[in-house]
């Protein structure tokens, strides 16, 4: 290196004017500013991409498939087909739909329950890791099977309706016998004399005297008008005796014998269960369905056996588990499900194993998405803040850069003399280049070691205090903060780059100058 170097170092701090020194002190510390904000923001920002995709991924598959129906039956041949190929870990079917959870006086709506098989759940989801009270293993009643599809009893009588082997036929068949012949009558007398049907109608009418005569057989007889009059007023309250309708939940045999199902903490708080309790799980389902007439609501219930955390309250507050056949009973499906959800071994290649398992399953009722796609909205989101917030601090940098052009701007013009001095003696063009360039690193280094520990030691900070935010806006409790190298080592690169780009024109001016036009002044 030479004299540059010694010559930048003594240029650093000018001993005849404070003015430069100054300016170089506030250079460094731009620099530090921009490079410790930068790092505190990456770090923030990348600590709540690496929440939010644990969080989501704690819970949820990294890939799932699904179907343009809402009749998915054969999901085993699709399992099978899916399990033999590289990179996924785990397969299990799955059943979610939005539901009412019913604890005591206390309602939560717009929860989801998800309906999994025990036994395969675990190789797909970190649900067991999330538990923080009981255990899952209540969450299938012994000897469970899948519910039966319904038979549509439309469907079912019109196929009785075929004449039997005794040449009997049912009673739907009789019925429509029946209107069809009384159809045919009716065409016959209208196309009779019409002078003619009217006598034979009033010789048919019976009398006012025979009518008053007759009474109905099994008819009301005697006064009918109720004990209280008509003016009766109907109880202020709706209870139901225990013996007409007995609550379930007031058993503790009774809930002893129900399946199981895991709650989120938040959600644990806000219906006042805990663990044994008695829950009630109301489906929305309601209206007319073809061929079996107007449906209710189901509600079943269930025994609390697990409490999970997740630590993203928009799960924690809104998704509760239960076995996969239990879901299935609340729908007239039978042993149908939602998809089929995956885990593989690296979740960077799950979008490339979804695109091979459609082109597997060839078929476009079948929709495969993976867990980018599944929350494209959110993480594209992040993306964009940290993209945002990281250009936006990084214009602070830009504003250190420009203090550093002035600093060597003062500098140049300062040190005239000494550089006419310098080329009068031999010094070459490249060597007071250098001299500038050095001066301008070096300001670049140390604000930008300085900026990294300021971050550093911020950031560790962040960490140990825990910051809290506001679950309900936030979706987490904590403040997140990522450590990883990446989130310091491209501030510091793009600082000092910046800090070096910005000496080039002070520098390339002072290699420049004449030692005529350096000695002219003098």
Known sequence: MGYPITVALRYLASKKRRM?????????GGVVLGVAALTIVMSVTGGFQEQFREKVLGVNAHVLVLKYSIDFREYRDVMKKVQGLPGVVGVAPFVINPMMVTHGERTATGVLLKGVDPEQMTKVLDLPKHVVEGNLAGLRRPGAKPPQRPVDPLRDE????????????????????Q???????????????????GAQAGRDRPSPDAASKTAPVGGPAGDVTPAGGYKSQLPDDDYVP??????????????????GIVVGRTLAKQLAARLGDCVQVTSPQIGISFGSGSRSPIAKQFRVTAVFEAGFDQYDSKLVYTDLYEAQAFYEYGDSVTGVEMKVGDIDDAHAIARRIDKLLNNGVYHTMDWRELNHGLFTALLIQQIGMSFVLGLIILVAA?????????????????????KAIGAKNDAI?????????????????????????????????????DPKVYFISHLPVSM????????????????????????VYAAKLRPAEGLRAE
């Open 402 to 422: 420009c203090t550093v052009i002035a600093t060597l701007i003062m500098v140049v013009l300062e040190k005239k003399k000494e550089i006419a001095l310098l």
């Open 20 to 28: 430069v020194s100054i300016s170089t002190a506030l250079a460094i």
């Open 242 to 259: 225990d013996s007409i309708d007995p609550d379930p939940c007031k058993s503790s045999e009774k809930i002893a014998r129900m399946p």
């Open 179 to 197: 209107e069809i012949a009384s159809d045919a009558h009716r065409a016959d007398a209208g196309a009779a004399d019409p002078a003619e049907v």
């Open 158 to 177: 019109l196929d009785r309706a075929r004449p039997r082997p005794d040449g009997r036929t049912s009673s739907l068949l009789r019925l429509m016998e």
């Open 484 to 507: 990883r190298p990446i989130e310091f080592v491209l501030p510091a690169v793009v600082a000092i780059s910046i800090c070096l780009v910005a000496t080039v024109f002070p520098a």
């Open 433 to 469: 280049l250098r001299i500038f360039l050095y001066q301008g690193g070096m300001i670049g280094i140390s604000g930008t070691g300085l900026g990294i520990l300021i971050g550093w030691l911020c950031c560790r900070f962040l960490l140990s205090y825990g910051f809290p935010l």
